[in-house]
């Protein structure tokens, strides 16, 4: 299993209209390129991996989560994604996961809500985790292996001092996917790549 | 400069909604995804890109051109390509470059039409360029070096046998990104990947 938090800063908590989603909607466009990212292939959907979204945009902040194994209704466009994020939100969110759309769930929470819930055998993550985040002075991911990771990536304003303090307290290792500095979801198109080569040994 | 041909099977050459670039502007949001792999940074441009859209979803087909060193008003969500592509298709398209919008420009044209051009000094292009297109059986692009490439992939439906045939009439070269197929926008990541590392030589 592979999981991809990504973490929107502005993101809102209450349903947003589809037609402006950079700006009402608290640049959830750059969410809903992420779970593109994180979850096509051509024709085909990556059913190894887990996104979980942290919405920091409104109070309480929420976690959405899309499980590519059980998922449906996801199309590649952001409008798509977009429509999913928001049917969750019209969920009375409570403190534990609550199914929108088949794959699609949703609770109240914030980072570190979530990573201490994934060092616990819940949803069969197991434990141990290693947190992986990104840094243009991290280790370059080529020829890395990783095993069951678990990367967190912040939006357009990156993770702040608090969440990468909160992701301190967990084991974490920091890495680089190249020279420049690159959009959240594609830097999870190099990290797949990357993961499908070492499982691929080519 | 880098160039990027983008084939858009059932994309549509006249104005349409913002609001179903999948369904009614056929799979226009594939290409909105193609410009932003192509030419975003994080908080900055690709000016050393050209991105070409091949719009064959009507008659005569149009191409249109996304110049990184001259583009302005471009938001990396798919809804602001979309809407410099439709202001775009609201000129009466000529046989030549017109301007819609600064650093985006439409024509009529083919794909064959775009080779031939691309193989003239016009624009500043020089002549002789390789074109390399995508294909599982190609050869990997670790390692490689392209210089001025001009580089074409295909939409859902990938590259048809005639417009093999049209590249065919070109100095050519077959590439793959990785062992799984892949969206055209991320094959976009990973070949800039590729090359921003051999610029920096990490």
């Excluded at 989603?21 to 809903?32: E, K, V």
């Amino acid at each position: 299993m592979k999981s991809f938090i990504i973490i929107g800063h502005k993101a809102v908590t209450a349903p947003f209209s589809l037609n402006d989603l950079p700006g009402a909607a608290g640049r959830m466009d750059i969410l809903c390129r992420c779970i593109n990212a994180a979850l096509f292939l051509s024709h085909d959907l990556r059913r190894d991996v887990r996104v979980y979204l942290v919405l920091k945009g409104g109070s309480p902040e929420k976690l959405i989560l899309f499980e590519g194994s059980r998922l449906r209704y996801l199309s590649p466009d952001e409008r798509s994604a977009a429509s999913l994020i928001k049917k969750a939100l019209e969920k009375n969110a409570q403190e534990f996961w609550t199914e929108s759309t088949p794959g699609v769930s949703i609770r109240k929470g914030d980072l570190a809500d979530l990573l201490a819930e994934l060092k616990t055998p819940y949803l069969n993550t197991g434990t141990g985790k290693k947190i992986i985040y990104l840094r243009e002075d991290g280790m370059d991911i080529r020829g890395k292996k990783f095993e069951e990771p678990v990367f967190v990536l912040g939006d357009h304003e990156g993770l702040t001092e608090d969440e990468e303090k909160i992701i301190m307290e967990h084991e974490n290792e920091i890495v680089s996917v190249g020279p420049l500095s690159l959009h959240a979801d594609h830097c999870i198109v190099l990290l797949h790549n990357e993961m499908d080569r070492a499982e691929k040994r080519i």
